[in-house]
């Protein structure tokens, strides 16, 4: 009876039995779906639990006042335990995947906050990179490491300029210093080369001369450099005939390009323009001593003028080496030199970054379409330039000229 009361209150046992002290079987129970089995095989005297046939088997020895008087045993269905294990193995994996998926999403999240942060900066710093505008500063937000990368940077920046503005003052005063004494050994080589009688001296002091032009070329450049650093380029306003000033340009170019042909093409546009006629000049011998020096190879260098309603364009064309498209927005930057092309070409790396500034200053923009074998530089000048500029230094102020 007290075996079968099991099978009320925990039906999961199959089988159960109480064995004497001489472990020979005293009372068995089986449910009655369940195989009767024999629990004193393979037993030993003592407490044991055992699995067979995915089974568990348990015997629990009866001990009264230290006298053993027998022992109960079990036989005990696991699938219900296997149930639970189960549902529990499910519930831990929905948690897992439920975990997973929170932790994705808020690194998601984290990522995105941090890498929109991380790309910005980046940008600013390829920005800086290629403009070689030192002096914006980057505003990041929060108090991160981030934030404290952006701070180094700025950090840097600030450095940067301040080393710059160093350079700066020395290139403003040492070419000042230079070109005074610069003047006077030009023209003592003037007269000397005026003078001298012998052929072969004539040729040195020719030579010297040539060379004290460069170094003049040099120091104008700077100090020109200087200016812009300093906002002093000033411009000379007068109205210009653009067909005579290029045609005048290119004559004086000829004498000195030697090995090309410096080419006119297009039509006479017969305009004038509002400009500083020197500075323009100065761009276009700029323009055309870089056609002839970056095509050593080449014979011919062309030049043409094309109008549209509201701008001229010049463009200087050559058959050179060519600038690849990565460089062609560096190329107007100051000192930059496009290395592997240009290393072996004497320069400074100055001429367009003047050139830029003058054309920027007329409201007008340089531009650049090149491929190996063939560079275009294109000069677009408003025709409404000087008149632009003369408001905005306020000169004089023409109704209507906007
Ligand atoms: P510089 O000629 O004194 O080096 P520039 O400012 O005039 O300085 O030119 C900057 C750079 O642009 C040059 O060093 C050269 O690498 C490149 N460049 C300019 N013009 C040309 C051209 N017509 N063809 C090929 N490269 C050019």
Redesign the pocket.
Known sequence: NTLSDHKEVTPEVLNAAILDADNKVFATYSISEAHNINFTKGFVKGQQTKFVDKRLLVYKPIVNNGEMLGTICLRVELSELSTIIKTQNTIALILLIVGVALAFLLALIMQRYISTRLLSLVNFMNHVGTTGNYKNHFVSGGRDEISTLSTVFNNLLDQITESQQRKDEFIGIASHELKTPLTSIKAYLQVLEKREQDDRNKLYVQKALENAKKLENLIYDLLDVSKIQSGQLVLNMTEVDIDALIDETIAAFQIIAKQHKIIRDGVQLNTTITADKQRIEQVLI??L???T???PEAKKVIVSLTKTAKEIIIKVQ?F????AKE?QSK??NRF???KE??GH?????????I?NDIITRHHGTIRIE?ETGN?N?FVSLPLMAGKVYEIENKIVSIPGAL
Not at 320 to 323: A, E, K, L, Q, R
Not at 345 to 353: A, E, H, M, T
Request: net charge neutral.
């Open positions: 700029n323009l001593s870089n056609a020096k970056y095509s050559d050179g080496i060519g600038i460089e190329v107007f930059y030199r496009v092309m240009s070409i004497s320069g400074f790396g100055l001429g367009l970054y050139c090149s560079t530089f």
